[in-house]
């Protein structure tokens, strides 16, 4: 148990002084989803209508994501911690208090159901396992020691993944194992990735995609 109080309290101390960011008008926010950054494509040609995404493109759902956390993304986005073209293009043209204000408006909207698992039984238990009991021989706490009671999420630090899509978890995991997300602080993420087979990449994104996500604002 030592190793997950030890995570536990660099996860803290790495995020103590997180910066505060403006807070976002979500009437604005929607007007600016709609219109998108000049770039050609609203938020909708890609996160779908009511943010919710789309599985066989991995567009992640965004409908119901905390908001800073979600400002913290976008940000990332167009600093280059994380590197996606087709993202990147379609906000770079906004500032710090528009991308607040969309990510107020994502925040109020509802989490759709999650889509009926195709995983087998044996994947989902696995992936229930390490999603909520970890696999302590191999280092990896559970999922839900840092992602909150059934991956709900804390705050703008530690998103919910819960009732995401399996193919984005699964591409975000991978990501991480590659070394090219680097948006995470203090690089959590990337250490409990590179512990993760292929095998429990498709097992804890087949059953986080299977969970119900409550919305954050
Ligand atoms: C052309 C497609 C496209 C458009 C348009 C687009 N996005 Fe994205 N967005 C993506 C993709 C793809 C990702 C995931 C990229 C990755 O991690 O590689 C993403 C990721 C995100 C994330 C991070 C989600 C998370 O869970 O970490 C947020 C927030 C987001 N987009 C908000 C927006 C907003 C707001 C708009 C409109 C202003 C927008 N996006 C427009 C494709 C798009
Ligand atoms: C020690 C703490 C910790 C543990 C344990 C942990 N995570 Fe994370 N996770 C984080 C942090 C911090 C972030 C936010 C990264 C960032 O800011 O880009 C994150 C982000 C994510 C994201 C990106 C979500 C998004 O929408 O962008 C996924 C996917 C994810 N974690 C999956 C998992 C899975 C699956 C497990 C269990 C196998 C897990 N995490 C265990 C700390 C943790």
Redesign the pocket.
């Known amino acids: 148990m030592k190793i997950k109080v030890l995570?536990?309290a660099?996860?803290w101390t790495g995020?103590m002084q997180a910066s505060v960011y403006a807070s976002g008008d979500p009437a604005n926010g929607q007007t600016l989803a709609m219109q998108g950054d000049g770039s050609g494509a609203p938020c909708a040609a890609c996160h779908g209508p009511q943010g919710e995404g789309m599985a066989a493109a991995t567009f992640?759902r965004i409908a119901g994501?905390d908001a800073d956390?979600a400002l913290?993304?976008m940000i990332?986005f167009q600093q280059g911690q994380?590197v996606n073209a087709a993202m990147t293009m379609n906000i770079d043209n906004f500032d710090e208090q528009q991308l607040a204000d969309l990510a107020a408006y994502f925040a109020t909207l509802p989490v759709p159901a999650p889509a009926a698992a195709t995983a087998s039984e044996e994947q989902l238990a696995l992936g229930k396992k390490?999603?909520l009991e970890?696999d302590w021989d191999n280092y990896?706490?559970?999922?839900s020691?840092?992602?909150g009671p059934n991956n709900q999420g804390v705050d703008g630090?530690?998103?919910g993944?819960a009732g995401?899509h399996a193919s984005?978890?699964k591409q975000?995991?991978e990501l991480w194992q590659q070394g090219q997300?680097t948006?995470?602080?203090v690089q959590?993420?990337e250490?409990?990735?590179k512990r993760?087979s292929p095998e429990?990449i498709e097992a804890?994104?087949a059953y986080?995609a299977s969970q119900p996500a409550v919305a954050k604002q």
């Open positions: 995570l536990v660099i996860a995020f992640p994501l956390y913290r993304q990332a994380r390490l999603a970890g990896l706490p559970p999922c020691s840092c992602h630090t530690f998103p993944i995401q984005y978890l975000q995991l997300r948006s995470d602080p959590l993420m250490a409990i990735a993760l429990q804890v994104a986080l």
